[in-house]
C-alpha cells in the first residue's frame, strides 16, 4: 500500500513534478512509463492489499478503507492548503491502527496517542523534507508546511518533535510500560534533539540527510516499544 500510494502521488503530480527539479525523472513525470501501466501496478497492488485487509477484522477492514480514501486525496491537498504535511501524518500513520485493531478489536487512548506520537513526527520530518523544493514549489503554487513555517521553520520542528516524545510518555504511562520503554526513549529524544540542531532549511542536501536519518529514528522507536514489553 505504501508503493500504491506513491504511484497515486506521482500520477496526480506528474505535470507539476516536471517543473521541480528533484523530482522531473520520475517514471510518470519523464515518459518512462505511462499512466495506463502505473494504473495496472497500482490495482494489483490494491487488489493484494485488499485480499489482506479483508482476512482482518470489521474493526480493522473500516479503518483500512477509510486509510485508501484518505491516500487516494492526499496528493491533492498541496494544491489545497499549506497543511499537506498534516494529511499525511494522518494517512501514513493510520497503520498502527489497524494493526492494533486487528490484534485486540478496539481502540483505546494508549493506540490513540501512538497514532498522534506518529502524526507529529511526519509533521517534523516531512517539513524538513518539503524545504528541498521550496522555491520551486512557489514557482509553480504548490503549499506546503515548509513555505508556510519559512524562517520559523526550526521553533515548529521543536513543537512537533517535543509533542512527539510527549505523546511517547504519556503512551508509555497509560499502557504500563516497564523501565527500559522509558529509558530507550532517551535515546529517541537524543536523535529528534540532532536533527534539530543539524537543521539548515537552505542546505536542500542537509535536509535529505536528516530526513533519511529518520530510517534509524523509526528503528529506535521500534526497539524501544518492543523493550517496552519484554
Request: charged share 15%.
Amino acid at each position: 500500500m505504501r508503493s500504491a500510494g506513491c504511484i497515486i502521488n506521482d500520477f496526480f503530480d506528474k505535470d507539476l513534478d516536471k517543473h521541480v527539479s528533484r523530482t522531473s525523472q520520475r517514471p510518470l513525470a519523464n515518459g518512462t512509463i505511462s499512466s495506463f501501466e502505473a494504473f495496472i501496478i497500482f490495482s494489483i497492488l490494491n487488489l493484494i492489499g485488499l485480499i489482506i485487509l479483508l482476512s482482518l477484522n470489521l474493526l480493522a477492514i473500516i479503518i483500512g478503507l477509510i486509510s485508501f480514501v484518505l491516500f487516494i486525496f492526499y496528493p491533492l491537498m498541496k494544491r489545497i492548503t499549506y497543511w499537506p504535511q498534516l494529511f499525511l501524518g494522518v494517512t501514513f500513520n493510520i497503520g498502527c491502527l489497524i494493526g492494533y485493531a486487528t490484534v485486540e478489536n478496539q481502540l483505546n487512548t494508549q493506540i490513540m496517542l501512538l497514532y498522534l506520537a506518529g502524526i507529529f513526527w511526519t509533521l517534523g520530518y516531512d517539513t524538513i523534507y518539503a524545504h528541498q523544493d521550496r522555491e520551486d514549489d512557489l514557482n509553480i503554487g504548490i503549499k506546503s508546511t515548509a513555505i508556510l513555517f519559512g524562517d520559523n521553520t526550526k521553533q515548529w520542528i521543536i513543537f512537533f518533535y517535543s509533542s512527539m516524545a510527549l505523546c511517547l510518555i504519556l503512551f508509555g504511562l497509560l499502557h504500563d510500560q516497564n523501565i527500559y520503554f522509558f529509558i530507550s526513549l532517551i535515546f529517541v529524544v537524543a536523535h529528534l534533539f540532532y536533527q534539530i540542531k543539524r537543521l539548515d532549511i537552505d542546505n536542500k542536501s542537509k535536509c535529505l540527510r536528516i530526513f533519511k536519518s529518520n530510517q534509524y529514528l523509526g528503528l529506535i522507536v521500534a526497539l524501544t516499544l518492543f523493550i517496552g514489553i519484554l
